[in-house]
């Protein structure tokens, strides 16, 4: 069983950032492709960022160029730095873990684990 655990999460003006973390349990933390989701009110989940247990990263296109996944298998976390952030960007984030090797990175189904997730609020 792998417990994942958000955190960074805030109320930032329009154009500013945020760091997120998502500290996980398990001695395999190295092994697993990690992800960040994000979902409005009223809204379906969507794909923010992933990075795989090789340090591969994947963005949606929305984020590219802002955001930044990172991970510290030291530290059994994952980052997600969101700069110029955007109004419509104000959603729940949550971190979810893929504990079994998978072709993609981009659907929820493809994740085992999930955070209880952080909100973010983007004013403008």
């Known amino acids: 069983q792998v417990q994942l655990v958000e955190s960074g999460g805030g109320l930032v003006q329009a154009g500013g950032s945020l760091r997120l973390s998502c500290a996980a349990s398990?001695?395999?933390?190295?092994?697993?492709?990690m992800g960040w989701f994000r979902q409005a009110p009223a809204k379906e989940r969507e794909f923010v960022a992933a990075?795989?247990?090789?340090?591969?990263?994947s963005y949606a296109d929305s984020v590219k160029g802002r955001f930044t996944i990172s991970r510290d298998n030291v530290k059994n976390t994952v980052y997600l730095q969101m700069n110029s952030l955007r109004p419509e960007e104000t959603a729940v984030y949550y971190c979810?873990?893929?504990?079994?090797?998978?072709?993609?990175?981009?659907?929820?189904?493809?994740?085992?684990?999930w955070g209880q997730g952080t909100q973010v609020t983007v004013s403008s």
């Open positions: 979810a873990a893929q504990a079994r090797l998978r072709v993609g990175v981009v659907g929820p189904y493809q994740y085992d684990y």
């Open positions: 398990g001695r395999t933390f190295s092994s697993y492709a």
């Open positions: 990075i795989r247990s090789g340090g591969t990263t």
